[in-house]
């Protein structure tokens, strides 16, 4: 199992350093000129130089690649050309530096700071959630195949897969919020400021996020209990006089789950890179809004640090999935 | 100034037109003024005195909330250039030489802010001479001297404050003033060319040249005293230290500010302000306006404390319009911002061609596409009537729809070729640029609109040479006067360097020299009208820019929201008399 496990570490560090390459060398190549974007209103060409020299463009590429994982793993020393007191101000640049948004006048860590916390709020919650809901309506449709509950539960996640998250995210604020004021404008409140104003501030999101993928889960949960509980293995299982429950929840469950897990890592990889739509119709800066933000104004260290991240969570969620699939299903490790 | 500038210059998403100056302010009496007097709206006021005068039913308690759509790009008071954020710094706690204030009958008073009167001119408004108010303190309870100011207006000459207004700092050392001093960071202990502070409460400027616009120049946040010892640095100054009625309690950029009362502002200091409201939280988060609007028409909760500051789009403006109590809430006029294709005097050189995309041009179309009546006015001039020294009149008598037979009269006999129409990326520019290539084609005029990226518009257009013949391109006043107006955008100078405002690129020496003569003119009233007429003049002889409309402002607040007015001077919502409905 340990071989297993490093083996596929190792695939996600490459994968990682490849991710690093190619979003450097695409960033390195848009046609832009961030410098006169950020450069102020009464731009002169030194103040352009002063900038490009601040974002490093003015260096070959090899060495702004160096710089930057070098800022990464070791910190670095930011000199912004800013003089303070008749000597140069030098920034410190701490571990692990992504860089400076010139554009906002601070580290990229800590616009990365302020917004994965909320983001992660949003995603942990609503996945939670989506999954406990997912898994439980298809559970329950399958062992009900065909009556009533079985029915109205698919129609629902029907209603739910087809439901885009915005319409679903206004309908919820016009429903709780302008119409009837049974919840306030959600306001993010980070939850050791105060977990309740947290919590209250986050059911909307959780609640849309919930309700759109757990459609899915329980579609999807609900096939695969349906062929699970077709195979032989259940059926002496039943034979052999087991309770329903511990066929269900034990046998049946066990295996109609481990492919659901592989689908929840990858979304969960994907969701903690930003939800930006939800983000933003709720008002939460997270990692979504933030990547949009960035990406409008022309923010190139916000942007590459928000798709790192993103790529981050995919590969390490990955990796997580076939950990876990391993020791649900060990045939695994054997491929 | 750009309505907002870099990321979110406005372009054409704004508002509409109304009744304007829904005013709530209750003047000082003007007394002893002097400076423009005539039928201006700008008046000077020599013995304003604090405390301000009380606002009828305003009580004290309650925090009110502004909703907005997105951050300011700076409160560092040197580098701010943006209207709503000059506004807010100095209503809140960031306290000029001069500022304005607005009466309810649209009249503006200009007055000594932290000095006791708009200033003391000599040799012909080169020397300005400033005497501090008693009992003016910072925050942290230290005493403002004429040194502090000194140390801010040396500061805004760093390169790091680029971003900020450059009147003062060109006037003291010069066009290449960035040449002749570069500030105190790289020069410690210094202060800029042209200002000495004989005492504690006394500060003079010596100017280069005559410049009798010095009292509205001051009242721009060049002149905001800053502690030296508590400077963290150009740039790096997110809380600057007040010394008006709030301070900053906290500041996390691009989400939430908050202000709170301020101990050491005594209101006898101050004749211009309040401190109503226990505090103001700005409130970033949310960045689609039509949520904010929906929120606000609902008026639920802790809504009924908020104040809108983005303008609906079309899409939320049926919300307000079906409300009878929302309709109510609504503050709108015109605003400061007027909005023109500016047609390249260099590139397209033939004026009968540029007269033809006047008559060409179809605003009703544009204006359909903005949002209508909401979003803007239709113009035929492009200083707008809330600036002194606007001129009504239509030098070609244009309909709305525009007159493509009379443009093809005067096209007659000519070779056109397909002319380069830059507009700047996002909002419903496109629909704009399409309508217009449309309407063009009617008169025979090809058009080939090209999308420039958001960022860089500004100073892809401003590059001397640069190969737009026509962009449509958004101004406002800096400062109530025609001079920060017509003297920008038709003047000679301006035509001379890249980062230029003037996008006509109109460079006419008779124009320029009047423009000249007007600026040092030592009565600012009596120039006044002659701008009007020169505007006229430049409209019919030059024809540089097609006007389209004056950018309508209509917001909405929540319903406990009192003494909210449209400033004329800024084009947001006041909040200089703001107080919480109890």
């Known amino acids: 199992m340990l071989r297993f496990i490093i083996k596929r570490v190792l695939a996600a560090l490459l994968t990682l350093v490849a991710i690093d390459v190619i979003t450097f060398v695409m960033f390195f190549a848009i046609p832009s000129s961030p410098a006169e974007a950020n450069c102020g209103k009464n731009c002169t060409p030194e103040t352009i130089a002063r900038v490009n020299h601040y974002l490093g463009v003015d260096r070959p590429f090899m060495v702004q690649f160096a710089e930057f994982n070098r800022g990464i793993f070791l910190g670095r020393d930011v000199d912004g050309g800013r003089v303070l007191n008749g000597k140069p101000v030098i920034d410190h640049c701490h571990i692990p530096c992504l860089g400076y948004s010139f554009k906002t006048q601070e580290q990229v860590t800590d616009v990365i700071g302020r917004a994965l916390p909320v983001t992660t709020s949003i995603v942990i919650g609503a996945a939670v959630l989506w999954l406990v809901t997912g898994v439980g309506l298809g559970v329950y449709s399958a062992l009900h195949r065909g009556k009533f509950g079985d029915k109205f539960a698919i129609g629902v996640s029907l209603v739910g897969t087809s439901m885009p998250v915005y319409f679903f995210a206004l309908l919820l604020l016009s429903i709780f919020v302008f119409s009837t004021g049974l919840l306030p404008y959600p306001q993010y409140t980070s939850i050791a400021t105060n977990p309740a104003k947290w919590a209250l501030a986050l059911i909307l999101p959780w609640i849309a996020l919930t309700f759109v993928q757990a459609a899915g889960y329980a579609r999807y949960s609900r096939s695969q209990m349906l062929e699970t509980l077709s195979e032989d293995y259940i059926r002496t299982a039943r034979a052999i006089g087991l309770p329903a429950r511990t066929v269900h929840l034990r046998h049946a469950l066990r295996a109609a789950i481990t492919p659901v897990i592989t689908l929840f890592g990858l979304d969960l990889g994907a969701f903690l890179g930003g939800v930006a739509i939800t983000e933003t119709i709720f008002g939460m800066h997270g990692m979504g809004w933030a990547s949009v933000q960035a990406a409008s104004d022309l923010n190139l260290p916000v942007i590459m640090a928000t798709v790192l991240i993103a790529s981050v969570f995919v590969v390490i969620m990955n990796v997580i999935v076939d950990v876990l699939y391993a020791f649900i299903d060990p045939r695994v490790k054997l491929s | ?582």
């Not at chain 2, 009504?392 to 070779?415: M, S």
Request: glycine content about 10%.
């Open chain 2, 1 to 582: 100034m750009r309505r907002t500038w870099s990321v979110a210059a406005i372009g054409l998403l704004t508002v509409a037109v109304g009744a304007a100056g829904c005013t709530k302010n209750t003047g000082n009496d003007d007394t002893g003024s002097k400076g423009p007097q005539n039928n201006s709206k700008l008046v000077y006021v020599d013995d304003a005195k604090g405390p301000a005068p009380e606002i009828k039913d305003a009580k004290k308690g309650g925090i009110l909330t502004v909703l907005n759509v997105q951050d300011f790009d700076h409160l560092e008071p040197q580098n701010t250039y943006v209207g709503a954020a000059i506004m807010v710094g100095n209503q809140l706690g960031l306290r000029t030489l001069t500022s304005y204030y607005e009466k309810d009958d649209g009249q503006i008073e200009l007055m000594g802010d932290l000095a006791t009167t708009t200033g003391q001119q000599t040799e012909n408004c080169k020397v300005w001479t400033y005497k501090l108010r008693d009992n003016i303190k910072f925050e942290d309870g230290t005493a403002v001297t004429a040194k502090d100011i000194a140390y801010g207006v040396s500061r805004a000459f760093d390169e790091s404050q680029a971003d900020g207004p450059t009147y003062i700092q060109r006037w003291l050392a010069g066009e290449d003033f960035g040449k002749a001093y570069t500030g105190p960071f790289k020069n410690p202990g210094t202060i800029a060319p042209g200002i000495t502070t004989p005492d504690d409460k006394t500060i003079v400027f010596t100017l280069q040249g005559s410049h009798c616009d010095f009292p509205l120049a001051a009242a721009l946040p060049t002149t905001v005293p800053v502690l030296a010892a508590k400077d963290p640095g150009g740039g790096k100054m997110e809380s600057p230290m007040s010394t008006g009625p709030y301070k900053i309690k906290s500041y996390t950029r691009g989400q939430r500010l908050e202000w709170v009362r301020n101990d050491n502002w005594d209101p006898t200091s101050d004749p211009l302000r309040h401190n109503y409201a226990d505090g103001f939280v700005f409130d970033f988060s949310q960045s689609d306006p039509d949520i904010i609007t929906k929120r606000l028409v609902a008026d639920q909760g802790a809504d009924q404390l908020a104040i809108g500051f983005p303008n609906p789009t079309s899409a939320s403006l049926p919300d307000i319009q079906s409300n009878e109590s929302a309709k109510k809430r609504v503050i709108e006029g015109d605003t400061i911002f007027s909005q023109i294709v500016s047609i390249n005097t260099q590139r397209v050189t033939d004026v009968d061609i540029r007269r033809a995309m006047i008559y060409a041009y179809n605003k009703q179309a544009v204006l359909q596409i903005i949002g209508g009546a909401t979003a803007g006015t239709p113009s035929t001039t492009l200083t707008p009537p809330v600036t002194p020294g606007y001129k009504k009149f239509d030098a070609y008598n244009v309909p709305l729809t525009g007159d493509p037979d009379k443009a093809k009269t005067l096209l007659q006999g000519k070779t056109l070729r397909p002319f380069k129409y830059c507009y700047r990326a996002g909002g419903v520019r496109p629909q704009v640029a399409a309508a217009v290539k449309e309407a063009f084609a009617k008169a025979g005029i090809e058009i080939v609109p090209t999308e420039l990226d958001r960022t860089t518009f500004y100073s892809l257009i401003g590059k001397k040479g640069n190969d737009c013949d026509l962009a449509p391109t958004g101004w406002g006043q800096d400062y109530p006067s025609p001079t920060t107006v017509l003297g920008v955008l038709a003047s000679g100078h301006e035509a001379s360097h890249d980062g230029s405002n003037n996008n006509s690129w109109l460079d006419v020496p008779e124009v320029t020299s009047k423009l000249d003569e007007l600026a040092s003119n030592p009565d600012p009233a009596s120039a006044l009208p002659q701008y009007g007429d020169l505007e006229e003049k430049i409209m019919k002889d030059y024809a540089p820019w097609i006007p389209i409309y004056y950018v309508h402002s209509y917001t909405i607040n929540g319903s406990k929201v009192g003494g909210i007015y449209l400033s004329q001077l800024w084009g947001s919502p006041s909040l200089q008399n703001a107080y919480v409905i109890q």
